[in-house]
C-alpha cells in the first residue's frame, strides 16, 4: 500500500486538505478579475492552495488557462522575459505549430529565437535580443492579454517566489515597467505569491513601491488541528492501518499543525506502524526525523552567535516580551537595539519568523532538538 501521506510535493486530490475559505476568495478574485497575493513562510501551502484553485477553476470554466512561473532560479530580467512568453504561449496553444504561428502574430518588433527539443514532449524555450527587449518590453508583458483577446480565454498568470524580481539589476524599474502594463489587463489576471515575508511586505504594502494595491493580499496561516486529525484517521483508515484520534492530534500538535511538517511526521508514522499505531510509534518516528536532521541543525546552531543562542532560548520559553529590561538581563540581550537586531538577522536567517505579533521557530523539528539541547527538556 503506497503511505497516504505526501509532503515536498503540492498536496492534491484527497491529500489536501481545508483552506476552504482561501480557495473561496482566490477563485472569487480570479472570477471578477481582482489580482491576488499570496503571502505565507516556505512550506505552509501556497503552490497547492494556487494549484487546488487552478484545478477547480479549469474544470468549472473552461474559459480560464492558468500558467505558472516559479522566479526561484530566475535571477534576470531578461529570463523572466523568455520565461513569461514560453509559459504564456504553452498554455494557449497546446500544439508547438500553433505557437510558431503565435510567435509571428504576437511579436512585431522582437524576433525571439526558439528552440524545440523533438517530441513528444514539444519542450521549447524562447529567447530574445536583450536590446530589443528594451526597446519593446510591452510586446512581452502585454503578451497575457493580447493572447487572451485573441483566443476568448482569460489567462491567469501564476508567479511564485515573486520577491525574488528584488534581485533582478534594476528591480524598481522593472517593477514600474510590470506594473504599468498589467493594471491596464481586464482578461488576463495575476496571482503573485512568495515566501519571503519581508521581501513580500515591502513589495505590495509600501506605499512608494510599484506595486502597492495591485491586489487583494491573502496571508496564508497553519491548518487546525481538526483537520489534520480528520485527515490522519481517515489516511490510515483507507489504507489499511489505525489510528485513534488522540493519536493524530497529538501527531499534528507535535510540529504545531504545520502542512509540511505534519504530512512529514504522519508520513514516518505511518511507514513504522504494522497494522496499530501507538503513542509508542509516534515517539520513535519523532526520533527517527530529529535524528535525520541533527547533522543540519547542527551546522545551523553552529553558525550562531552566543546572543541569538540566548535569544532563541527565550522564544522557546514562551516569553511573551522579548523587549522588556526583564528578558534582556535574564537572557543576557545587551540592549534593546541589539534586540531588534537579533530579530531581524534570525528571520534573515529564516530560523525564526513573525506570526501576527509573535516570532515562532519556522522548523518545529528544530525547535524541538534546540529545546532538548538547550533547555534541557
Ligand atoms: N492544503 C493542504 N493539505 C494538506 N497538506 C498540505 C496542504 N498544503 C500544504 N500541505 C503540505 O505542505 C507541503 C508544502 O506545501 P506547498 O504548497 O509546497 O507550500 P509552499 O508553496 O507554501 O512552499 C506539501 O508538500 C504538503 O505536504
Ligand atoms: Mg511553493
Redesign the pocket.
Known sequence: MKNP???????SGN?????EQEQQRLSANINSGINSI?I?????????????VSQTLSRKQSEFRFCFIDLFNIRSEAEFYSVLAREVLRVAYPKWKERLEALGRFFRHISPRITISSAPAEEFSLSFDWNEIQRSPDEILNLPETVSKKLNVKIVVCV?EFQNIAFFDDPLAFQKKLRSNWQKHNLANYCL?G?KQHMMTELFESKSMPFYKFGDIIF?EK?PKK??RA?IVSAFGRTGKIINHEAASNIALTVEN???????FAHTVWNLTNHKCSDELIANALEQLLLQNTILFQRETDSLTNSQVNFLRAICNNVSNLSSVETINRYKLGTSANVSRLKKSLVKKEIIEINGNKFEFTDPLFKIWFAREFLNI
Open positions: 501521506f505526501i509532503y515536498g510535493k503540492i498536496a491529500s489536501f486538505i481545508d483552506r499570496l505565507s513562510p516556505r512550506r505552509l501551502g501556497k503552490s497547492s492552495l494556487v494549484f487546488r511564485d505569491y515566501s496564508l491548518i483537520y489534520w485527515f504545520h502542512p509540511y511538517f505534519v504530512q512529514q
